[in-house]
């Protein structure tokens, strides 16, 4: 074959990978194979109908700019931090259910269509990670599911946030891993908004979202977090002090809660958790 026909061949692999990286979302033949597709890390069907594809975890955006990097990490349940390492990340939410069905759909239809790159000149690069491994693609410009990252992170980057706020948001949080400490379940409790244990009788929904850059307790050591209360509520008023009004989200529409019962809290290797079964 002449290297002229090569050159050719070549050229029109690189225009169907193109396309087919930024094509509108196109329903998946179910008798097709799955190839890199992610999905629910559940196993359940995945959003476009197709067969369970490879399980995933989370995610991390981020999106070239000549300016301060801007970083999205998103877990499957919605949930979003913004921020460029993960010390520095802010909870900045969840996406909508629309939004987040949205985005399975994009990511199960274009993911084995993206290459990765060692330098990405895109719109910018997205990682996936499942349990046991991790996919980095970069996101051409101009694309469906680069336009979507691009419009969740304008509407949840706590952009009017100044950084002693975000510095003392972040300090509170650092504590929360020595109120979690546990040697069994019987250690752990739900956690109310005063940071006291929600008694079981009254124990039907916890509240996971108030509307704050803050990530919410929800789960704690019953000794730990009682014992440490008062700190806890003068910490917390200082935090709003040095944040007034930037501390809560202007995207946030409404306080987000999740159903707990006949779900207790666990303890995991020495951290109380929520009940795996619960969905947050």
Not at 101 to 129: Q, W
Not at 262 to 271: D, L, Y
Request: aromatic share 6%; net charge negative; hydrophobic share 35%.
């Amino acid at each position: 074959m002449s290297p002229k026909k090569l050159l050719d061949l070549l050229l029109l692999f690189l225009l169907v990978l193109f396309h087919y990286g930024c094509q509108s979302a196109v329903p998946r033949d179910p008798k097709a194979p799955s190839g890199a597709a992610i999905s629910d890390p559940s196993g359940s069907p995945s959003p476009s109908g197709g067969a369970p594809a490879v399980q995933w975890s989370d995610m991390t955006y981020a999106l070239n700019s000549a300016h301060e990097p801007r970083v999205m990490f998103l877990r499957f349940d919605g949930l979003i931090e913004i921020g460029a390492s993960s010390e520095d990340r802010i909870f900045a939410g969840y996406v909508e259910d629309a939004e987040l069905r949205a985005l399975h759909e994009l990511i199960e239809n274009h993911l084995t269509a993206m290459s990765g790159e060692d330098k990405c000149e895109g719109a910018g690069y997205l990682i996936v990670r499942s349990r046991s491994s991790s996919k980095q693609v970069c996101i051409p410009e101009k694309c469906n599911i680069s336009e979507l990252f691009t419009r969740l992170l304008e509407k949840h980057s706590p952009e009017q946030m100044s950084r002693p706020c975000k510095d003392a948001v972040l300090d509170f949080e650092r504590g929360y891993r020595e109120l979690r400490a546990c040697d069994t379940a019987e250690d752990c409790s739900y956690i109310g908004n005063e940071f006291l244990p929600i008694e079981a009788d009254h124990l039907s929904s916890v509240q996971v979202d108030d509307c704050s850059h803050f990530r919410p307790l929800i789960v704690a050591n019953v000794f730990e977090v009682v014992s440490r209360q008062l700190d806890l509520l003068i910490r917390r008023d200082l935090v709003n002090r040095v944040c007034d009004r930037t501390l809560y989200r202007s995207s946030c529409s409404s306080y987000r809660h999740i159903e707990t019962r006949g779900a207790p809290p666990v303890c995991i290797r020495g951290e109380c958790r929520v009940n795996p079964a619960l969905s947050i």
